[in-house]
Each structure stands twice: as C-alpha cells, then as structure tokens.
C-alpha cells in the first residue's frame, strides 16, 4: 500500500521555539493532506486540511497563525508549531491521499515535547 | 466536534476471546471506518463499510453499520496478544470527503 512518511517522528524544544514537522508521501501524489491532533489517552481531532498550491483550511478553534501549514507540493506538506508551548506538547498525525474518492494512508505520527 | 462515540471505553479480554466494540454517530455519512493504533504509533486502517452496506467481513474483522441507529460495531473474533491496540472508528460525511471524524476510542487489551 502506499506510504506516508512523518518527520522526525519525535522532537523536544524549549519553549518559545518553532518546530517544523513534514508529512511525505513517498509513492503518490497527494493532492490533499490532513493534520490531526492528539493528546495523550485522547482521539484525533482534526485541525486542517492542507491542499498543494492553496491555503489550508482550518478547523474552528485551531490558530492558523500558530500552525502554520504548507503544501508546496504534491508529496510534501509541512506543519510549524511556530512560538511552542508546553500546552502544544501533543501526538501530530498527516494522512494523505491521491484525491477524488481515493484512498486516505496514515503517517506514523509525530511526537512533541515542549519544555 | 468529535461525530462518534464509542464505547466500552476499555476491554480486557484473554486470547481467543471475541471482542466487541460499537460506536455511535450524530449526522449523515458516506461512510464508516475502523483504525487500529498502537501506543505512541499511527493509524491503521482496518476497514471501511460505506453507507448502503450493512455488514463486511475482512479476515477476523466484523463490521456491522445500522444507519437508522447511526451505529457500527467491530467484533474481533478469536482475538490474540497482537490485538492489543487502542481501536477508533471514524467517519466520513457526504459534505467533508478526507476529512475524518474519529470516536473516543477503545482500549483492547488481550491476555496471553
């Protein structure tokens, strides 16, 4: 199946910093990406969806201001947590998929600890 | 908003057991699907039963969809060690295409 690649897969940051996480997808053209979100014993709540050559699309609630998302490409999205705080310390996930009706495929996650 | 719930929240069964997981839904889908996490990993996608179906079966996995009930179930049959892994299902509506909506969860623990 196809692969969805999370980078770095871990990160820890003092506070105040911004940490960039990529989402890659490594054998299909993602057209569309999503971000998730989540704490730990929680679920995912989604926070944006991420389309290649437009603005993402943010969830209510979510700061489009601190998470800054880009999709420069068609198999690479980035999320920066810009200025972290110990609050964004949390599991971020990306699923991607070719579009249209096709398939949705997982990143194994990115975990963040702000200090 | 978080669309499903799910419940038992937690499930301690021993191998070879069946486990049984259901989830509820608040509006419309096109579908349903169901996705395994390990701790501290990503998601694996399990199985997806679109709206116009009832039941589908992959393997040891059994997804029913009730739609007038708005509710699904996932029963694990002959369940091992492996099985152990925190199961959401999530869902998709006819308005958002991607954009998943995941329940609580469930938390399955299987004793050797």
């Known amino acids: 199946g196809a692969v969805v690649s999370q980078h770095p897969s871990w990160v820890i940051c003092k506070s105040g910093t911004s940490v960039k996480i990529e989402c890659r997808s490594l054998d299909f053209q993602a057209t569309t990406m999503f971000w998730y979100r989540q704490f730990p014993k929680q679920s995912l709540m989604l926070m944006a969806t991420?389309?290649?050559?437009?603005?993402?699309?943010?969830e209510q609630g979510v700061e489009k201001d601190k998470f800054l998302i880009n999709h420069a490409s068609l198999t690479l999205s980035t999320l920066t947590v810009t200025s972290a705080h110990p609050e964004d310390s949390s599991f971020y996930i990306c699923?991607?998929?070719?579009?249209?009706?096709?398939?949705?495929?997982f990143g194994e996650g990115s975990r963040l600890t702000v200090l | 908003s978080q669309q499903g719930e799910e419940d038992p929240q937690a499930l301690s069964i021993q191998e070879g057991e069946n486990a049984t997981m259901n989830c509820s839904y608040k509006?419309?889908?096109?579908?349903l699907q169901w996705y395994r996490q390990n701790s501290g990993r990503g998601l694996v996608h399990l199985i997806l039963i679109r709206s116009n179906e009832r039941e589908k079966h992959s393997g040891r996995l059994r997804v029913t969809l009730d739609t007038s009930k708005k509710s699904s179930s996932l029963l694990i049959t002959a369940s091992r060690a492996a099985d152990t892994a925190s199961y959401f299902c999530a869902t998709e509506t006819t308005d958002s295409w991607g954009k998943l909506q995941f329940g609580a969860g469930t938390q399955v623990v299987v004793t050797p």
């Open positions: 699923s991607a998929s070719s579009g249209g009706l096709g398939e949705l495929f």
């Open positions: 509006t419309s889908i096109n579908n």
């Open positions: 991420s389309n290649e050559g437009s603005k993402a699309t943010y």
